[in-house]
């Protein structure tokens, strides 16, 4: 199984390549996709970035069967590039507050 988690991201957000099962082979080997930048040859799995001029759609990423250095084929999965920017992280406010915080006149400290 050759696939990309998640299998949708918006540009400059990071996923994981996956090479799952015997009959892809073993060794290094190159992914090639339009959309991603990926620092390391993948052996099993690896890390890859979306790029950040990526447009919105589906595209192919591919990698090399490769058989104890005989290459044969190659396997092809896709992956979305979403649309706009992603929600922020967290629970953060959209919009940042002004002044002190206003907790009340200590009425409830008393009883």
Known sequence: MF????SSAY???TVMVTLNGGSFGCGERFISSPALIVAQPLEYQTAATVKPDAKPGTYDVSTPRNF???Y???VTTTFTVLENTPPPAGNQVTQIPKGAAQTG???????
């Open 3 to 6: 696939y990309v988690s998640p």
């Open 72 to 74: 044969g084929g190659v």
């Open 105 to 111: 006149g200590g009425g409830a400290a008393l009883s």
């Open 11 to 13: 540009p400059g957000q």
């Open 68 to 70: 104890h250095g005989h």
